[in-house]
């Protein structure tokens, strides 16, 4: 099983990639902001538990900020980040006891 680094620098970065860039393009400064500071703190990350932070913000604030003024496109992009960090923080946090 690849690491949970592995499978950000994968399933993550790619995504936030594309959405930053098209952030950047729409002029959307206070959703470009948000995810560029995840973006750079997944960057960062060294560890699994470097990733604990970013993935607490996506969790619980990305649904928030998809509801501001999106694209169509960038809304299911913001979907599939939300969905892929909770798939890699389940497989964190292990099996069920």
């Known amino acids: 099983m690849s690491s949970a680094l592995d499978q950000v620098g ?3 970065l790619p995504l936030l990639d594309i959405l930053v860039s098209d952030l950047m393009s729409d002029g959307n400064d206070e959703l470009l902001e948000f995810f560029g500071r995840i973006q750079q703190s997944l960057q960062r990350a ?3 538990a470097d990733l ?4 607490l913000a996506l969790i619980t604030t990305c ?3 998809a509801a501001k003024d999106v694209s169509p496109a960038n809304a299911v992009i913001i979907d599939q980040l939300l969905a892929q960090a909770i798939a890699i923080s389940r497989r964190l946090q292990g099996p069920a006891a």
């Open 52 to 55: 604990a932070d970013p993935f």
């Open 63 to 65: 649904e928030v900020l």
């Open 46 to 48: 060294q560890t699994d």
């Open 10 to 12: 994968r399933a993550l």
